[in-house]
């Protein structure tokens, strides 16, 4: 059964930085397409980054030149690097594993950028 487990959401203010962790069990992480998600009260779930099995990655308009994803395949850990946060960032972060149906998610981590 594969599991992700987020970790790193917190609170800080506008100009600081994150970064988030994904820890994954039960699955090669790196042999899927992984991703962050994010989700801000009152909005849909958007894309914020993906990586694919060869390395490359993809961000959305809204977070290029400030995020960066990567992994660590021997820790099976995914990460989302996160600078010069702005408020709009404030969001609930999900992971997810794989595409389509067959995906995996994780529980999702907090993130508030506040004053």
């Known amino acids: 059964q594969v599991q992700l487990v987020e970790s790193g959401g917190d609170l800080v203010q506008p100009g600081g930085s994150l970064r988030l962790s994904c820890a994954a069990s039960g699955t090669i992480f790196s042999r899927n397409v992984l991703s962050w998600y994010r989700q801000a009260p009152g909005k849909q779930r958007e894309l914020v980054a993906s990586?694919?099995?060869?390395?490359?990655?993809n961000y959305a308009d809204s977070v290029k030149g400030r995020f960066t994803i990567s992994r660590d395949s021997a820790k099976n850990t995914l990460y989302l690097q996160m600078n010069s946060l702005k408020l709009d960032d404030t969001a609930v972060y999900y992971c997810k594993s794989g595409l389509g149906g067959s995906a995996t998610w994780g529980q999702g981590t907090q993130v508030t950028v506040s004053s």
């Open positions: 990586i694919t099995p060869s390395g490359r990655t």
